[in-house]
C-alpha cells in the first residue's frame, strides 16, 4: 500500500471516525455504547447468530468465547437472549477491549463476563473452557491492508486461531465462524483446520466459488472425532 492511502486508513480515517459521538444498541436487553468505528458487521449480519442457534435448537451454553470481540454486539446478544450462562471476549484493540468493559459496568455484568486483550489467543490463560466459540473475523485476504476489522493477511489470524484453540475447547465444544463468501470459501480454511487436528462438522448457506457481493456462512468445527451435539449435527 502506498504512504497516501496508508495514512489515509491508518491515520485519517481512525482519527475522523473517533471524533464521531458514541453510539448506542440495545441486544437482548443490554445497552452497548459504541464506536462506529469498532463496528465490523456484528450488528447487523452478527446478529444472526441468534435466530441460527434458536432454530437448531442449541441448549443454553455454559460459557461462550467471542473471538474477536469488537465491541461483543454478538457475545453480549447471546448472552442477552440467555443462550449461555457466562460469556468470555477477546480482541487485540484496546479500545475494543475498552468497550467491552465499559458495557459489562454499565450493565451490571461483572460476575457474568470476562475480557481480555489478546492478540489471537496468546494472552488468554488456559483455565479458560468454552463449550461454543463465535466470531465475526476479519474476512479478507487480499483487500482492505491495513484495516484490522477486515484484513487477514495470509490468513494468518484463521492459521493461528487453528492452531491454538484446542486448549481451550471442551470436548464437545463447538467453533462457530461466520465468513463472507466475497473473501473466502469453505475451501480457504480446510487444510488449516485439519492441520490443527479440527474438523468441519457442519457449513450453512456458503458458496463454492467467491461471489462479487458480501454473503455470509457459517462454519461449525469441532476437535476430530468428537462426540457432535444434536445442534450440530
Ligand atoms: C470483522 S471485525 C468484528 C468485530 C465485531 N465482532 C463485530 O462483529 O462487529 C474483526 C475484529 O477482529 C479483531 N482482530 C483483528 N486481528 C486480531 C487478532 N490478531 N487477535 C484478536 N483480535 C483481532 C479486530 O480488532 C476487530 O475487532
Known sequence: MNLVRRLEYQVVRPALRWARPAKRVVLGGITIDYKAELDGGGIEFGQDFIPFL??????????????????????????????????????????????????????NLG???????????????THEKWDL????????????????????????????????????????????????NRGSTVASFREMIDESGLEIVFTHHDKQELTAKSEFYFIGIMKKGAHVPDWAR
Open 133 to 180: 466459540i463465535v466470531s465475526n473475523p476479519p474476512h479478507f485476504i487480499d483487500r482492505y491492508d491495513g484495516d484490522i476489522r477486515a484484513h487477514d493477511p495470509d490468513w494468518s489470524i484463521h492459521r493461528d486461531f487453528f492452531r491454538t484453540v484446542t486448549p481451550y475447547l471442551q470436548e464437545e465444544g463447538v467453533i462457530l465462524l461466520q465468513e463472507n
Open 54 to 107: 434458536k432454530s437448531r435448537n442449541m441448549p443454553v451454553q455454559k460459557r461462550i468465547f467471542e473471538w474477536c470481540c469488537g465491541p461483543a454486539f454478538i457475545g453480549f446478544s447471546l448472552l442477552g437472549h440467555r443462550l449461555c450462562e457466562t460469556l468470555c471476549l477477546a480482541d487485540i484493540n484496546p479500545k475494543a477491549v475498552a468497550s467491552c468493559l465499559n458495557t459489562v459496568r454499565a450493565n
Open 111 to 125: 460476575d457474568r463476563v470476562s475480557v481480555y486483550l489478546s492478540n489471537n489467543l496468546k494472552s488468554i490463560p
